[in-house]
Nanobody, 113 residues
Framework: QVQLVESGGGLVQAGGSLRLSCAAS????????MGWYRQAPGKQRELVATISREGSTNYAHSVKGRFTISREYGKNTVYLQMNSLKPEDTAVYYC???????WGQGTQVTVSA
């Protein structure tokens, strides 16, 4: 089992920045890839970014160039640096491991116009 705990959400004005963190514990040796998803009210959960064990990254088109995913192996933590935030980025952001196998509890990000 893998446990994921997110932090770093909050309220920010459009154009601002936030950094989300996700700390993994438990069977971390089994983690191949980690990622961030988000879910806005009334919408399906969507992929934001992923990072493999080797460090390869993948981003949704809507966040490419604005968001950066990174991984700190010593702390078993993955980060999502979000810059140039837009109101449409408002959602609950979820950390995931091994695709959709494991989930964190989610952290709210609200971007005001």
């Amino acid at each position: 089992q893998v446990q994921l705990v997110e932090s770093g959400g909050g309220l920010v004005q459009a154009g601002g920045s936030l950094r989300l963190s996700c700390a993994a514990s438990g069977s971390i040796f089994s983690i191949l890839a980690m990622g961030w998803y988000r879910q806005a009210p009334g919408k399906q959960r969507e992929l934001v970014a992923t990072i493999s064990r080797e460090g390869s990254t993948n981003y949704a088109h809507s966040v490419k160039g604005r968001f950066t995913i990174s991984r700190e192996y010593g702390k078993n933590t993955v980060y999502l640096q979000m810059n140039s935030l837009k109101p449409e980025d408002t959602a609950v952001y979820y950390c995931s491991a091994n695709g959709r196998l494991y989930w964190g509890q989610g952290t709210q990000v609200t971007v005001s116009a």
